[in-house]
């Protein structure tokens, strides 16, 4: 059966009725569709939708059986028809054959009116987009006949376009085009195309549009029969490259499907417009022998070879004695590139382009990588340039599929994971056809066996990336096939030592792959690999079992080692910029080895990559996996040569988990038992915070412990970590002087260590130090030397720690009384927190208060609160007793500007209890009181606010404390010694 759906309606066959064509039609265009998607679509107002749906298919399906099946919920039309006839038509660059298949819009005797307004709006929208579709084959079939010198068949085929009913009115741009090409040989509708576009106030004489696409006036250029996406400045850079005499040849190289061969013929046609050189394109996809090239090359000047006469004298008498451009496309197969060389020498003039997918390595060659397309939007467009292409293809073979937003990241997750390359890009976009962007993902993150499907229009060579791929490996040497299956074990890139460490590879090996495009190398040094071709390597690999398992153990004892050093390195305060980026940008390599570890059951490797990744993790917020893979690999940590590992396995746990650990899973008695001093050293920084935060009785030996052992190691760092974790509970108890003298003494053993991480927290916490005592210019000086400190190293959580703080002080200086002066600066830092890490995850960071619910507490109540319940649920998720008591001091302060008394006095109630059972955490205790005094003055009750008032004072000379003016500070009570001696407003 044959579905005519171009201007009246038929299927052949049994006659049916306009709802059921349209049905069949809807099918067709789309692919396929749900049952829940037809019924709310055809009968969308109706009670009996369901029932209305299974009687439709209950005549089709006897009047016209198989026409109609199931695939799982979807339904599928199983008859050819000629709205897929035309689109492929189009797609192949048939456009006369494309043209004789319309015979008028789409439907054009169906008014769906009588079936609601979506599936109205989904056949205007249908009828529209194809007709587009032909209008712009038409008029580039006729820019193509106006390039060759036919102006007669460019006239007809813009004539069609001028007449082709169903489209929408055409914009100034597809005027200017038409018009153009209709004046080549004097067309009537010439007049009329430029009567319309002087109606839109547009003039269409005149010079060509420069703006739209060009006609090709150099014949042998081949000619697109899709639209040209990206790389626009490459063009206009490449056209000025070949123009400079210093330049003679030019190689564009990139893997196969890169788009190679489309932008030389743009590049090369440029040339001749800037130059009026006379181009030559010399296709090569079907020579087999070096000798080939001069043969194809002699044919394309339109010369004959002679016997007896070479082919190298023949080309360069017709080369030698004028300027030109010569395009050698598909290079890569011959290996003829001494014949170039030669070309060059007897041919002074000439200037030669080849695409190829390596290099041809000759002295004069200038080489250009074509990577993939650009997934980030240009500047003033909506969308990337890849992204672009996905959407206009699927647009080719669905024209009436309408992207909405999920589609559209849906799709730009999949340019992603192809990285921008336009054939693979344009062979998952087909998949439109019967799929959504979403499942196209989905399938493509399981493999890459979707881009297997052909496009019958293209080029053999390019009809599926398995094709293109394996034409690439072929074309290895056994030594490089080799090297690059054993460097598949890498993720996200390498180094030329991990390379040789793990695959033998040499720098030669490297730079024969990266010369023939299978890999690539930045300006740092770094390799990578398009994610096809890393497939294609594992693929191999997998097939070798032994290399596999070889190159595993490999990868896994490299950055193991590595990572070992980075970690002793770090701890002892050096070098700490350069290990902190090297874990960021190794990280896909460290989660890999740790995988591969566990799963060969390598427990001493996993273990100590546990260690390494402790930071890391903390920074990525990926506490979950932390807990998991340490709490995985603990049972097999059981003999005696594993005590080591075992101890920094339980150090990660302990770190991630806010629960107290079961004595089996002690960190610090198995690192006191192990005698490791650096292990002691770290488990006591963990249990001493942990001590503290939960009001241990032994927290005041831990510390005592902690600061020994720090001066017995005799590291300067070392020691100032200690003299940190000292200031920080000098402050919290109350003693802001001490804090400061450890501060001091802290920073200035750390002076000379350059900028480190503990250097770094120092500023963070003498920040907070200064802001308690009132000292706010110097309190942001000292957060943004932290900010910056942070941000350098990569450590995330504390830089968005810092920002948040840097909010705090910015309402510290200027409070309530005028919050216009101090909402902007502190807005910033807090969206610039916000933007930098988690806000409720910050709270691994020990000192870390969010100041977003103070920020909100006058202007949005509800929002604030909102903010400040989720403070609170973070800080107690992580174990961060300051931040909670932060958090229901924020809350209290909300209440009391709402004068909701008794609310805001059970809030700081609780903090005064809390903090005093704990014993420290005095500036929160501090806050509260003042907050209490407040509450007990709306009340009118004097005396308790004079009490509450006189231990807050007591508490504010420890600190050095200046209560910041956010707070509102509470006057002194005045009056009798009554309870209830006159009431006080305090908004």
């Known amino acids: 059966m044959y579905l005519k759906t171009f201007g009246a309606a038929h299927l052949t066959g049994p006659r049916l009725p306009p709802q059921h064509l349209l049905f069949l039609a809807y099918l067709v265009a789309e692919g396929s569709a749900s049952r829940t998607r037809l019924r709310a679509l055809f009968w969308p107002h109706s009670t009996s939708a369901a029932a209305s749906l299974r009687v439709l298919l209950s005549t089709l399906r006897r009047t016209a059986p198989g026409l109609?099946?199931?695939?799982?919920?979807?339904?599928?039309?199983?008859?050819?028809?000629?709205?897929?006839?035309?689109?492929?038509?189009?797609?192949?660059?048939?456009?006369?054959?494309?043209?004789?298949?319309?015979?008028?819009?789409?439907?054009?005797?169906?008014?769906?009116?009588?079936?609601?307004?979506?599936?109205?709006?989904?056949?205007?929208?249908?009828?529209?987009?194809?007709?587009?579709?032909?209008?712009?084959?038409?008029?580039?079939?006729?820019?193509?006949?106006?390039?060759?010198?036919?102006?007669?068949?460019?006239?007809?085929?813009?004539?069609?376009?001028?007449?082709?009913?169903?489209?929408?009115?055409?914009?100034?741009?597809?005027?200017?085009?038409?018009?153009?090409?209709?004046m080549l040989s004097g067309s009537p509708h010439a007049s009329r195309v430029a009567r319309e576009a002087r109606e839109l106030g547009l003039t269409v004489t005149g010079p060509p549009d420069q703006h739209g696409p060009t006609p090709v006036t150099v014949p042998s250029l081949p000619v697109d029969v899709t639209p040209f996406v990206g790389h626009q400045d490459r063009v206009a850079d490449l056209a000025r490259t070949l123009t400079d005499p210093a330049v003679r040849l030019l190689t564009l190289v990139g893997v196969g499907g890169a788009g190679k061969s489309r932008l030389a013929a743009r590049v090369a046609h440029a040339v001749h417009?800037?130059?009026?050189?006379?181009?030559?394109?010399?296709?090569?996809?079907?020579?087999?022998?070096?000798?080939?090239?001069?043969?194809?090359?002699?044919?394309?000047?339109?010369?004959?070879?002679?016997?007896?006469?070479?082919?190298?004298?023949?080309?360069?008498?017709?080369?030698?004695?004028?300027?030109?451009?010569i395009v050698?496309?598909?290079?890569?197969?011959?290996?003829?590139?001494?014949?170039?060389?030669?070309?060059?020498?007897?041919?002074?003039?000439?200037?030669?382009?080849?695409?190829?997918?390596?290099?041809?390595?000759?002295?004069?060659?200038?080489?250009?990588?074509?990577?993939?397309?650009?997934?980030?939007?240009?500047?003033?467009?909506?969308?990337?340039?890849?992204?672009?292409?996905?959407?206009?293809?699927?647009?080719?073979?669905?024209?009436?599929?309408?992207?909405?937003?999920?589609?559209?990241?849906?799709?730009?997750?999949?340019?992603?994971?192809?990285?921008?390359?336009?054939?693979?890009?344009?062979?998952?976009?087909?998949?439109?056809?019967?799929?959504?962007?979403?499942?196209?993902?989905?399938?493509?993150?399981?493999?890459?066996?979707?881009?297997?499907?052909?496009?019958?229009?293209?080029?053999?060579?390019?009809?599926?990336?398995?094709?293109?791929?394996?034409?690439?490996?072929?074309?290895?040497?056994?030594?490089?096939?080799?090297?690059?299956?054993?460097?598949?074990?890498?993720?996200?890139?390498?180094?030329?030592?991990?390379?040789?460490?793990?695959?033998?590879?040499?720098?030669?090996?490297?730079?024969?792959?990266?010369?023939?495009?299978?890999?690539?190398?930045?300006?740092?040094?770094?390799?990578?690999?398009?994610?096809?071709?890393?497939?294609?390597?594992?693929?191999?690999?997998?097939?070798?079992?032994?290399?596999?398992?070889?190159?595993?153990?490999?990868?896994?004892?490299?950055?193991?080692?590595?990572?070992?050093?980075?970690?002793?390195?770090?701890?002892?305060?050096?070098?700490?910029?350069?290990?902190?980026?090297?874990?960021?940008?190794?990280?896909?390599?460290?989660r890999a080895a740790l995988s591969s570890a566990v799963r060969r059951d390598d427990v001493l490797t996993a273990a100590y990559l546990v260690r390494n990744l402790h930071r890391e993790w903390t920074n990525r917020d990926l506490t979950p996996v932390a807990l998991s893979t340490a709490h995985a690999i603990l049972p097999a940590l059981d003999g005696p040569a594993h005590v080591d590992a075992r101890v920094w396995v339980l150090i990660t746990a302990e770190a991630f988990s806010p629960a107290r650990p079961d004595p089996d899973m002690d960190a610090l008695r198995a690192a006191r038992a192990a005698g490791s001093e650096h292990a002691v050293l770290c488990a006591l920084y963990i249990r001493e915070f942990r001590a503290y935060q939960q009001g241990d009785p032994a927290h005041p030996d831990l510390m005592t412990e902690l600061c020994r052992a720090a001066e017995r190691t005799g590291r300067p760092g070392t020691l100032a970590i200690a003299l940190r974790r000292r200031a920080s509970v000098a402050l919290s108890q109350g003693d802001g002087r001490a804090a400061r003298l450890d501060l001091h003494e802290a920073l200035h053993l750390v002076g000379r260590l350059g900028t480190t991480f503990i250097q770094a927290d120092l500023r963070l916490l003498l920040g907070q130090v200064q802001a308690l005592q009132g000292e706010y210019a110097a309190a942001e000086q000292s957060l943004r030397s932290a900010t910056?400190?942070?941000?350098?190293?990569?450590?995330?959580?504390?830089?968005?720690?810092?920002?948040?703080?840097?909010?705090?002080?910015?309402?510290?200086?200027?409070?309530?009384?005028?919050?216009?002066?101090?909402?902007?600066?502190?807005?910033?830092?807090?969206?610039?927190?916000?933007?930098?890490?988690?806000?409720?995850?910050?709270?691994?960071?020990?000192?870390?208060?969010?100041?977003?619910g103070f920020l909100l507490t006058g202007p949005d109540p509800d929002a604030a609160r909102e903010w400040f319940g989720r403070d609170l649920q973070g800080a107690q998720t992580f174990g961060n007793r300051q931040g909670e008591l932060l958090a229901r001091v924020g809350l209290g302060y909300l209440a009391l500007r709402q004068r909701h008394w008794a609310e805001a006095g059970d809030h700081f109630?609780?903090?005064?209890?809390?903090?005093?059972?704990?014993?420290?955490?005095?500036?929160?205790?501090?806050?509260?009181?003042?907050?209490?005094?407040?509450?007990?003055?709306?009340?009118?009750?004097?005396?308790?606010?004079?009490?509450?008032?006189?231990?807050?004072?007591?508490?504010?000379?420890?600190?050095?404390?200046?209560?910041?003016?956010?707070?509102?500070?509470?006057?002194?009570?005045?009056?009798?010694?009554?309870?209830?001696?006159?009431?006080?407003?305090?908004?």
């Open 68 to 182: 109609v099946t199931e695939r799982g919920d979807r339904l599928i039309v199983q008859c050819s028809s000629d709205l897929a006839l035309l689109l492929e038509h189009i797609q192949a660059g048939r456009t006369s054959q494309a043209t004789a298949l319309y015979d008028g819009p789409f439907l054009a005797d169906v008014s769906p009116s009588l079936f609601g307004a979506e599936l109205e709006e989904w056949l205007i929208d249908t009828r529209e987009a194809i007709a587009e579709q032909l209008w712009e084959s038409l008029v580039h079939a006729a820019e193509h006949c106006a390039g060759q010198g036919r102006p007669a068949d460019a006239t007809r085929h813009a004539e069609a376009a001028w007449h082709l009913p169903g489209l929408p009115p055409r914009d100034g741009h597809d005027l200017q085009r038409l018009h153009r090409l209709l």
């Open 273 to 325: 417009q800037d130059t009026n050189w006379p181009v030559w394109w010399v296709p090569l996809e079907e020579a087999r022998h070096p000798d080939d090239l001069l043969a194809q090359t002699a044919l394309t000047l339109g010369a004959t070879l002679l016997p007896g006469r070479p082919a190298l004298d023949l080309v360069t008498t017709l080369l030698r004695d004028a300027p030109a451009l």
């Open 328 to 590: 050698f496309d598909q290079f890569e197969h011959l290996d003829a590139a001494r014949i170039v060389g030669q070309l060059l020498e007897r041919c002074p003039h000439l200037t030669v382009l080849v695409t190829s997918r390596h290099r041809l390595t000759l002295r004069a060659e200038t080489a250009a990588e074509l990577a993939g397309l650009d997934l980030n939007p240009p500047p003033g467009q909506p969308i990337s340039d890849a992204l672009s292409l996905f959407v206009s293809q699927a647009k080719r073979v669905r024209p009436a599929y309408r992207f909405t937003d999920a589609d559209l990241d849906d799709s730009q997750a999949v340019c992603a994971l192809l990285d921008g390359l336009p054939l693979a890009i344009e062979l998952a976009a087909s998949w439109t056809r019967v799929l959504p962007p979403r499942e196209i993902l989905a399938a493509l993150q399981r493999d890459f066996g979707l881009l297997d499907t052909p496009l019958p229009d293209l080029p053999p060579r390019h009809r599926s990336m398995r094709v293109v791929l394996e034409q690439s490996w072929q074309r290895l040497t056994g030594r490089e096939q080799q090297v690059l299956a054993a460097l598949a074990v890498f993720h996200s890139g390498f180094t030329v030592p991990a390379a040789a460490a793990v695959a033998d590879a040499t720098l030669h090996d490297l730079q024969g792959l990266v010369d023939k495009s299978m890999l690539r190398v930045d300006v740092t040094g770094r390799f990578t690999r398009h994610p096809l071709i890393a497939q294609l390597a594992w693929q191999r690999l997998d097939g070798q079992l032994p290399l596999r398992d070889l190159v595993e153990a490999r990868h896994a004892a490299y950055f193991q080692q590595r990572s070992d050093e980075g970690f002793h390195e770090m701890l002892s305060g050096h070098r700490q910029v350069e290990w902190r980026n090297w874990f960021h940008v190794e990280y896909p390599n460290l």
């Open 788 to 852: 910056q400190m942070f941000s350098i190293l990569g450590f995330r959580p504390d830089a968005s720690t810092c920002m948040s703080l840097l909010a705090l002080v910015h309402l510290f200086r200027h409070g309530p009384p005028r919050p216009a002066d101090a909402a902007p600066g502190a807005q910033a830092w807090c969206d610039q927190a916000d933007e930098t890490f988690n806000p409720q995850a910050r709270y691994t960071v020990r000192d870390n208060m969010n100041a977003r």
């Open 909 to 987: 109630t609780d903090v005064v209890q809390t903090s005093s059972v704990l014993g420290g955490h005095v500036p929160a205790r501090w806050l509260a009181l003042h907050g209490l005094t407040r509450v007990h003055l709306g009340l009118g009750d004097r005396r308790s606010a004079r009490s509450v008032r006189e231990a807050a004072q007591q508490l504010e000379a420890g600190l050095g404390g200046v209560l910041p003016k956010w707070s509102g500070a509470a006057p002194a009570p005045r009056g009798g010694q009554g309870d209830n001696g006159g009431t006080h407003s305090s908004g």
